[in-house]
Nanobody, 125 residues
Framework: QVQLVESGGGSVQAGGSLRLACVAS????????LGWFRQAPGKEREGVAI????????YYCDSVKGRFTISQDNAKNTVYLQMNSLKPEDTAMYYC??????????????????WGQGTQVTVSL
């Protein structure tokens, strides 16, 4: 069974940085593609980034390109999201999720079957 547990959220000022971690159950990273998503209050869940091929492939949605970096550590069964130059509009609950379907482009929540519980990120001015 796939289990995903996020951590690393918190409150920061605009311009600051946070690193989120998603610990996956054993074999998940070798079986599925992992993505990060976020959902702000009153808004739909949206894609942030996706990683595949042991980290050899990644794709970022336009809203975070150049500021966020997705990576994975297979030995730790963990996917990270390094978030730099944070803006108030990045405030949201952040989720990691797993899918067996890889599409080139900003990840679509509809393609993902397994989800973590989320970690809150709050960015203030």
């Amino acid at each position: 069974q796939v289990q995903l547990v996020e951590s690393g959220g918190g409150s920061v000022q605009a311009g600051g940085s946070l690193r989120l971690a998603c610990v996956a159950s054993k074999y998940t990273l070798s079986t599925y593609y992992l993505g990060w998503f976020r959902q702000a209050p009153g808004k739909e869940r949206e894609g942030v980034a996706i990683i595949a091929n042991g980290g050899g492939f990644s794709y970022y949605c336009d809203s975070v390109k150049g500021r966020f970096t997705i990576s994975q550590d297979n030995a730790k069964n963990t996917v990270y999201l390094q978030m730099n130059s944070l803006k108030p509009e990045d405030t949201a609950m952040y989720y990691c999720a797993a899918t067996s379907r890889l599409r080139i482009g900003c990840p679509d929540p509809e393609d993902f079957n397994y989800w973590g519980q989320g970690t809150q990120v709050t960015v203030s001015l």
